[in-house]
Every structure is written in structure tokens, then in C-alpha cells.
């Protein structure tokens, strides 16, 4: 008898859902603008600089880590790791670095990275070189690609200028090394992926999920981003950092 109820436990912990056994999943957040809307672009590219510290205080006090793509490997050493990205370097990024900046303490540094379009830099809407050396050298934010022209990189003809040269310039203006790459529109596919895999460690595409190792091919060059939106109430955001969202798009 004994035997038997032994043997249905063990049945029972083999049964148990995935997750209870499962590595944690991890968010990796992208955002575009920080700042009010006045009418230009798409309202959702943008969050307001009120609603983005509301979410960064929810990290904060839900103790999150949040690390930038130099520190990938701590994914599996810290407390609920969780990447945040903005995309197209827009100057108003600088908002985000001044929450950032307030909200840093003893126990919680923010930390993100910024992903520029490298011929874009130093346009009047866009971080300029000396932004982006200050937002470098703070350590808070990691200045990373997003391509030189911003094209769809599965049609582009100038792989090379838009991957290599992007990563050099980038690289010439913070002093610090460029390792990942957001594919413009997330769009990338064999080709792309082998063209980055030889200047870059990862790529960033904007299938709506958070990573968790699947173990299949070129996983690092296929990391998934979920939006956040203007529209993103703080309890929807609770739900996607803490990976029980049901509505990610
Ligand atoms: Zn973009």
C-alpha cells in the first residue's frame, strides 16, 4: 500500500505544470518614446514620463534586477531579471535617464539600453553624439544598434553598412562595445541572422513573448520583446513583467 502512494507521488511530481520545474521566463521590455503625446507618430510609441516611472517604481519595489545585454550571463545569477530596451534613439530617451537617475538607490539600479539608428544620430528629434557619450559613460544606460538606416534588413542590399558600420560608429562615439542589434520592424531571417552573428552576441525581434530557453538555433539572435504602450495600464504592466499576461500586444 505504502509502495503505491509512493509511486502515484512520484507520478504526481512528474505531472506537476512545466513552469514548477521550468527556468523562469524573462521579460525584455521595448519602448519608443518617453514623453507626452502632442499629436505626432503613433500615439502607442509613446509612454508618458509619469505612467514609465509608475512601472520602474513597480520594478523597484517587486525587486526586479534590471540588466543590460553586457550582463546576459547574470540572467540566471540575480532575482527576477528583466531587460529594458528602447528603440530608434529618440532625444526624449533622456526622460527615461532622469527617472532612472531618481529612482536609483542602494538596493535597485536601473539600468537600459538604448538602441540607435547610427546615420540618424544628432537629428533634431534624436540623441546627439554628446547625448549618448553622457548616457554611455553614466553606466545606467548601454548605447546598442538598430542599424544605420533603419531599413527592413531582409531587403536591404547593404547588410554590411547597415550591421558593421553602425556598430563602428556607435562604438567611436561611447568607447564602450556594441554587442546587440534591434532589427529594424524586429524583421530578420537566415540571412540577417548570419550576417549579425558576425558583429553581434544578440539580436532583437518583437515577437510578443518573454525569453526563456527553448534550446533551439540561433536563440540569442531571436530574442522575443513584449511592448509597452501608452495605452498599458500599471496592472496590465504587473502582468507582463511577471509573466502572467495574457494580452501582450
Ligand atoms: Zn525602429
Redesign the pocket.
Same mark, same amino acid.
Given at each position: 500500500m505504502k509502495k503505491t502512494v509512493i509511486i502515484i507521488l512520484c507520478l504526481f511530481t512528474f505531472m506537476l505544470p512545466p513552469q514548477a520545474s521550468a527556468q523562469r521566463k524573462i521579460p525584455i521590455l521595448i519602448y519608443h518614446s518617453i514623453d507626452e503625446f502632442h499629436g505626432h507618430g503613433s500615439k502607442e510609441l509613446y509612454v508618458t514620463p509619469d505612467n514609465f516611472k509608475k512601472q520602474m517604481l513597480y520594478l523597484r519595489d517587486h525587486n526586479f534586477t534590471l540588466l543590460t545585454f553586457d550582463r546576459w550571463q547574470d540572467i540566471h545569477k540575480v532575482n527576477k531579471p528583466i531587460f529594458i530596451t528602447f528603440?530608434?534613439g529618440y532625444k526624449n530617451n533622456l526622460n527615461a535617464f532622469a527617472i532612472f537617475q531618481q529612482l536609483k538607490n542602494e538596493q535597485f539600479t536601473p539600468m537600459g539600453t538604448i538602441f540607435v539608428i547610427s546615420d540618424f544620430i544628432g537629428r533634431s528629434n534624436r540623441l546627439s553624439k554628446e547625448d549618448l557619450k553622457k548616457l554611455a559613460d553614466s553606466k545606467i544606460i548601454s548605447i546598442q544598434s #538598430?542599424a544605420a538606416t #533603419?531599413p527592413d534588413l531582409t531587403k536591404s542590399n547593404q547588410l554590411e553598412y547597415e550591421l558593421k558600420e553602425s556598430k563602428e560608429k556607435i562604438q567611436n562615439i561611447t568607447g564602450k562595445p556594441v554587442i546587440a542589434l534591434s532589427y529594424?520592424y524586429g524583421s530578420a531571417d537566415d540571412n540577417v541572422i548570419n550576417e549579425a552573428k558576425k558583429y553581434y552576441l544578440f539580436g532583437l525581434t518583437t515577437t510578443p513573448e518573454p525569453f526563456y530557453e527553448k534550446g533551439i538555433k540561433d536563440e540569442l539572435y531571436l530574442l522575443p520583446r513584449i511592448y509597452v504602450k501608452y495605452s498599458t495600464t500599471l496592472n496590465e504592466f504587473a502582468q507582463i513583467v511577471e509573466n502572467v499576461a495574457t494580452k501582450t500586444r
Open positions: 528603440d530608434d #538598430h #533603419h529594424p
